[in-house]
């Protein structure tokens, strides 16, 4: 039946990384409509959030969720077919994939197919962890088929709804909303020590030529400036992973240098850091739209080029784009407001409304009477007959959404050994990403 102002709002979040998880449960918690007196909301109602962290390469460790500090009334790790067997037997209100856009295509289609008989569905919705700067019409096509389809900024809901009607595809979906997890204090002036943080990413830079560099001017920086703390901000420890691979962690390459005594590696939840920082470097994270927010002078870097292969493309127009150099000889970057603006980053207090459009979407589509449609994506059996396909299986299911024979899935949790051997698979998998793979991609040079 349709959600009641009586009974809680029950919400369910499909997450397959770290970053992801963090999305896609803060999104739920900002787009519920559950606060009284909330446009489309209803009032009085509580909110019940279960968590589904999809089994892979990157599901996220207990150190990473707890660092994340998101939490859920339930937790659990699934298979696809584990999870649409959920989906099935459970019965949500609200549904948010926060998944790569391949995941979010085969759970819209076996959605689809667990639902075919049911006169009540949730309302599904999807979005992006951060900055679109690559695979856009990919990307989107893949998410084409939920109910909402969230963009970060008005710059994004534009390009997205010229993507879905470039090809003819229902562009409605599109909603404008802002990254769920920007906050915290505005910056209000230098800290003692002036800090500098240096936020590393995965996977950007990709060369072991270009990271090193990173990490040699980033400690020059702290020799240069011994009065400051200078901060090296990481996503995770050797051999765990987040959204995307980390071949060559920064850890390691830090151990042939000798850095200073004011030169630190930290972890920990980006926003306690940037609660200290005062200058934030980077290449292309998203947490330099986390820093622009609370107005923190914020650096993107150019000395590896200004190219869509790093992101950093994204910040053409920022004010934020800044050498080494330039860093070094105190330059202080000055973004520019309506670039900001743009990009969904409400510093002048617009951030408190960013998510109404979509509460009283999901609040009137909770309210449909004879509940919602079948998921429709843009991609079919007969639109991409050379690609739905093998999009399918990679998560056990054929192209009608239905499991294929023999799919990973259990009725119950697994026990002691099976844990250990995930264990086991797991990180015999990420050696062979760290270690092997890259001795064999130098080889292929020679």
Known sequence: MPASATKPLRVAVLADSDTRWKWGALTANRVAPSEPGEPGAAAGRDVRLDGYLLRGRATPTARQLGEVGVRADSLREVTAVEFLRAMREESYDLLVLALVGGGVQAMLHGLKRVWEDRPHRPVVVTGYVGVVYEKLADGLLLRHGADLVLANSRQDADRFRAVYEGVGADASSVTEVALPFLGGAAYEGEHEPFTVVFAAQPSVPDSRRDRAYLLDRLVRHARRHPE???????????????????????QKLVQRLDPPANFRLVYGNMGEVLDRTDLLVTVS???????????????????????EALGNHHFVGSGCLASWDQLDDGRRPVPDAEWVARQGVAAEGSYGTAFVAARERIAKLLGRPGGLPPLTPYYTPVTAPGYLPGILARHHLGPDGAPLPGAPATDKEPGPVRQIVRRAARGAYRHGVQRVAPVIRRMGEL
């Open 285 to 307: 994270s998203t947490a330099a739209l986390e820093s622009l927010h609370r107005r923190i002078p914020t650096a993107v870097l150019t000395d590896l080029g200004i190219r």
């Open 228 to 250: 400051r703390e200078v901060l090296l901000k990481l996503r995770s420890k050797p051999g765990e992973h987040t959204t995307h691979i980390e071949e060559l962690p920064y």
